[in-house]
């Protein structure tokens, strides 16, 4: 199957750090979702982003399909941005599940 | 309100009991998903669903069983709970053609 890895694994940033996550992936994939997993538990969707880039605020993702990797860019860090990003892909077309990575885990310090 | 529900959101039981895990969602999606998470792993698919008449078996289905009651409800049970599935559990739905996934607050499972 897939292989999905992510790096780093870890990551520590002082507040107002930029930061670059990175995700890669070893076959073709159709679907690419960033996720933010907050320190109470909670999934919450960052990007939708099978190809291209795109920008929510202070964050923004890179997908490049032929290269098979994704990155997640996060700048000015915030101690509200700490927490587990996951990468989680598509493959095998529309039936095809899921696949996550084990995630980079983020602590911002004040 | 939440487009994506759960019951419980935390949950103790004991080895050899049963218990049901509930998802509801708002959102109008075919599909609907169970996973579980692990300390410091990602998530893994245990069931999914297409549509009401239709279940598949995840990566990691051993030890569960689901049920799709209606669109919006599905609920994940565990017939005789274990303690290596205590876990944080996670519904999600996507609608048809395979974009985006939208997950609950998750359930925190802990069997002693």
């Known amino acids: 199957g897939i292989q999905v890895e992510q790096s780093p694994p870890d990551l520590i940033l002082q507040e107002g750090a930029n930061s670059t996550l990175r995700c890669n992936f070893s076959d073709s994939v159709n679907n690419l979702q960033w996720f933010h997993q907050n320190p109470w538990g909670q999934l919450i969707n960052l990007f939708y982003i099978p190809s291209g880039t795109k920008q929510n605020g202070r964050l923004s993702a890179t997908t490049v399909a032929t290269e098979r990797y994704s990155l997640l860019y996060i700048s000015s860090s915030q101690t509200t941005d700490s927490g587990v990003y996951f990468c989680a892909v598509r493959y095998g077309g529309s039936q095809g599940n899921l696949i996550f990575g084990k995630g980079t885990k983020l602590s911002v310090k004040p | 309100d939440a487009d994506v529900t759960q019951t419980p959101r935390n949950r103790i039981t004991k080895t050899g009991k049963r218990i049901m895990l509930e998802c509801s969602q708002t959102?109008?999606?075919?599909?609907m998903y169970w996973y579980r998470q692990d300390p410091g792993l990602g998530l893994r698919l245990i069931y999914y669903s297409f549509d009401v008449k239709d279940i598949n078996k995840g990566e990691i289905s051993d030890g569960y069983s689901v049920s799709r009651q209606a669109q919006a409800k599905f609920s994940l049970s565990l017939e005789s709970a274990i303690p290596n599935q205590t876990a944080l559990y996670f519904c999600a739905t996507e609608g048809q053609g395979a974009g985006e996934q939208y997950f609950g607050p998750g359930t925190r499972l802990t069997v002693t």
């Open positions: 959102k109008g999606h075919d599909r």
